[in-house]
């Protein structure tokens, strides 16, 4: 019962977060030098569109008025027009988020499973020749700029051996009959594999650590002991009693690292003219497009409270050992 | 008595002394020689640097020297497309990195240890005040925030920064809080407290020297991120045009197809000197993890 109530304050409490990032960005595009109005109307929109604009969004009105019209359409997921597109910018991002989300979890499940076998066979290999010189390798992946792995790769696979398609989600003048017939095209993975890849190399690291110290820190523990005193072999110790209890402050990671990975997005969807959130986000601020800028920040910002959130309460629900005082 | 007969350290002395540098780490060794190397290549930049980064050079028959492999005409790693020297772009490329780097660990690590220090300590409504806006910055994607920012400022190398010291703060900040916590009911504090030092007087004496290596250790985690945070800003084309950094010169290698044109002594150096700068960050984190939390003996 306790769990249930700590649950609901977590929940309430990101609730509150989710309200004050809101609050900012409210504050940032209304703040902002210039025309407030800028931040919805653009000047050449007809003189109708312009005043059913701001009859919407209460232009006229006082801050606060506008602040509390302002949340009311966020309620109602009315995020405005996009000035460049035309159209409602609610729409745009809704046809972006699922090249996002499969990009994010591709790139998150290779990078898991990566991770955790070479975390996990690292930890076995303790203080081997192997352990000391994966351990800088994979700290050297964590420093590198996404977006420079993913240019060495282009110039690589794409320009020099000519194995993969340098950028986008189809070949040119393609079309299919659905969105399902295009993601589960041959073509199209091979427009995932270098973004995804990219993406992976640098996720990797995160997993692959946690595993490695959490099978440290299990190892010493009585019941491995206990395992392998029972005369189990290596490879039962090791797979069927330690990896299983390592595993789980991994997977909470997972969570976080989506929340993580989207932010990463950005850069690497640029290269790889990835028709993402990350990629309109940076088109919509390079060409002052307003409402789609701060709804694409916004969708970004909910994915990423969402997933502290879902790590939260993964890791109460996987872990009984924490508890809410 | 015999306290008075020894020499009393100096204060800079003192401050290096309760850094605690990691100097039996190799690794911790090796990022501070990385660093050292930079420092010293940022200073003397003008020296170093065989051309100005953003003149238009020519060949000796009056071409525009643009797209030299390394060696021809003797530029050490060949020229840009527009016709500059590509080694005085890394030279000075340094300089920004790094002042971007450590003014925005310094803000970082400052602000961080301003916020765990008064929560801790102070506790009650300041500690949930502060506590719930570390909360807030945590639901704040840092990158698209950088971007935003940079769309209403005006395109400056300090953008990174002040973007940093906005939402950064909030790691440093709640694990020297915790730190505090303990440090708090120490005797000695007690000690302070009971024979009427103020507030304020404890904090600086008896608990800020312990948390200073916490606080550079978490500095020197965000002169990576800071470099990380610029190069990205500046390769999607929202950096200063007018300074020369690692980022921008990944930004017009790509824009002017370095890719196609496979001049990989063009965008590979700045991409190796990044990870370099960025991975000393993280070995010199390495040594200090094992001196501060020797149980983790990792």
Known sequence: MSHLKAMASRALQLALVLWAVVTILFLMFRLMPGNPMAAYIDPTFTV????????????????????????????????GQSFRYREPVAERLMTLLPNTLILTFSSLIVAYTFGILAGAYLAWRRGSVVENTAIPLVLTTRAMPEFWLGMVLLAVFSFWLGWFPAGGTRPAGASYDSLWALYTSREFLSYLALPALTLAIYSQGLPLLLMRSNMLDVMKEDFVTMARIKGLSNWSVVVRHAARNALLP??????????????????????????????????????????????????????VILMNLIADLLYSLLDPRISHA | MLDTTLPRPGFVARFFRSL??????????????????????????????????????????????????????????????????????????????????????????????????????????????????????????????????????????????IAMALVLWRDTGRVIRSQVLTLRSRSYVDAARVSGSSDFKIILRHIAPNILPLSFLYGSIAIGWAILTEASISFL?????????????????????????????????????????????????????????????R
């Open chain 2, 20 to 161: 605690r540098l990691p100097l039996n780490d190799p690794f911790a060794v090796a990022g501070l020689a990385i660093y050292a190397i930079f420092i010293l290549t940022a200073i003397f930049a003008d020296a170093i640097a065989p051309y100005d980064p953003t003149e238009i050079l020519y060949t000796p028959n009056y071409d525009l020297a643009a797209d030299l492999r390394p060696g021809e005409d003797g530029f050490i790693l060949g020229t840009t497309s527009l016709g500059r020297d590509i080694f005085s772009q890394i030279v000075y490329g340094t300089r920004s990195a790094l002042l971007i780097g450590l003014t925005a660990a310094f803000m970082v690590a400052l602000i961080g240890s301003i916020v765990g220090l008064v929560s801790g300590y102070f506790g009650g409504w300041v500690d949930a005040l502060l506590m719930r806006l570390a909360d807030v910055a945590f639901g704040i994607p840092f990158l698209p925030f950088v971007i935003v920012l940079a769309a209403f400022l005006e395109p400056s190398i300090w953008n990174v920064v």
């Open chain 1, 48 to 79: 109708e569109q312009q005043e059913a604009l701001m009859a919407q969004f209460g232009l006229d009105k006082p801050l606060w008025e506008q602040y509390l019209i302002y949340l009311g359409n966020l309620l109602q997921g009315e995020l």
């Open chain 1, 250 to 303: 991994v997977m909470t990671s997972f969570a976080i690292a989506v929340g993580y990975q989207l932010q990463g997005n950005v850069v690497v969807e640029s290269v790889f003219s990835w028709p993402g959130l990350g990629r309109e986000l940076v088109n919509a601020v390079s060409a002052s497009d307003y409402p789609l800028a701060q709804g694409a920040f916004l969708m970004i910002a909910v994915v």
């Open chain 2, 237 to 297: 084309g929202f950096g200063d045009p007018q300074s020369i950094s690692w980022g921008y010169m990944l930004q017009d290698a790509f824009a002017s197809q370095a890719l196609a044109k496979q001049a990989y002594y063009w965008f590979v150096p700045p991409g190796v000197c990044i990870i370099l700068v960025v991975s000393a960050g993280f070995f010199i984190t390495r040594g200090y993890e094992n001196l501060l939390f020797p149980k983790l003996g």
